[in-house]
T-cell receptor, first 111, second 117 residues
C-alpha cells in the first residue's frame, strides 16, 4: 500500500447506472489526478486538482464528473457510461514537482 | 507538446541477467524530470527511479540504473541481476519542471517485461 487508496477495486455497471469511484490519500499531497488506462494505449490524464481546485479537464465527456471535497479525497462520479469507457481508472497524488504516488486503480466494466 | 516513446512493446530476460528498456522523448524545454514506473499484475504503479534533467550523473537505485542522454533525448532503464519479481509493465514518463502541481506526467505506452526462470 503506497498511501493512495482507491475503492472499489472492481466495478461492473450498466449503461444506465450511476456509480462513484473514490480515492483517498493521507500523504499531505496538494494535487490529485484521475487517469484512464486502456489496453495498448498510453495513460490518459482526465482531471487535475490542485489545492482542491480543478485546474485541468482534458476534454473528458460530461458523463464523468469529478469532485474534490478536500485535499485528501477525490471522487469520480459516473453516469450513463458507454462500453468504451471500460478501463482501469487510476488515481494519483503529488506534492510539488516530484513524481506521483498511485493507487491500485478501479477496474471498471460497463455492460 | 511533449511526447514519450517506448519502442519495445515486450521484452524478455533470464533470471539473474541484465536487460535494458528503451525510452525516447521529445521536448523543447531545458528543465524537466524523467521517471520509470513499474506496474505489476497488482496494477499499482510504483516509482522505480527518477532523473532530473539538469543532473549529468545517471540515477541509480539498487539494481536499477538509467542511461540519460539529454542531447539524444534518450532515457533507458537497465535492470541488473533480474529477479522474477521484476516481471511487470514498465512505463517511462516525463514531467516539466515548470508550472508546479498542474504539470502532468506524460507516459509512454509501456514495455511488458517477462523474466524467465
Amino acid at each position: 500500500e503506497t498511501g493512495v487508496t482507491q475503492t472499489p477495486r472492481h466495478l461492473v455497471m450498466g449503461m444506465t447506472n450511476k456509480k462513484s469511484l473514490k480515492c483517498e490519500q493521507h500523504l499531505g499531497h496538494n494535487a490529485m489526478y484521475w487517469y484512464k488506462q486502456s489496453a495498448k494505449k498510453p495513460l490518459e490524464l482526465m482531471f487535475v486538482y490542485s489545492l482542491e481546485e480543478r485546474v485541468e479537464n482534458n476534454s473528458v465527456p460530461s458523463r464523468f464528473s469529478p469532485e474534490c471535497p478536500n485535499s485528501s479525497h477525490l471522487f469520480l462520479h459516473l453516469h450513463t457510461l458507454q462500453p468504451e469507457d471500460s478501463a482501469l481508472y487510476l488515481c494519483a497524488s503529488s506534492q510539488g514537482i516530484d513524481g506521483y504516488t498511485f493507487g491500485s486503480g478501479t477496474r471498471l466494466t460497463v455492460v | 507538446a511533449q511526447t514519450v516513446t517506448q519502442s519495445q512493446p515486450e521484452m524478455s530476460v533470464q533470471e539473474a541477467e541484465t536487460v535494458t528498456l528503451s525510452c525516447t522523448y521529445d521536448t523543447s524545454e531545458s528543465d524537466y524530470y524523467l521517471f520509470w514506473y513499474k506496474q505489476p499484475p497488482s496494477r499499482q504503479m510504483i516509482l522505480v527511479i527518477r532523473q532530473e534533467a539538469y543532473k549529468q550523473q545517471n540515477a541509480t537505485e539498487n539494481r536499477f540504473s538509467v542511461n540519460f542522454q539529454k542531447a539524444a533525448k534518450s532515457f533507458s532503464l537497465k535492470i541488473s541481476d533480474s529477479q522474477l519479481g521484476d516481471a511487470a509493465m514498465y512505463f517511462c514518463a516525463y514531467r516539466s519542471a515548470f508550472g508546479g502541481a498542474t504539470n502532468k506526467l506524460i507516459f509512454g505506452t509501456g514495455t511488458l517485461l517477462a523474466v524467465q526462470p
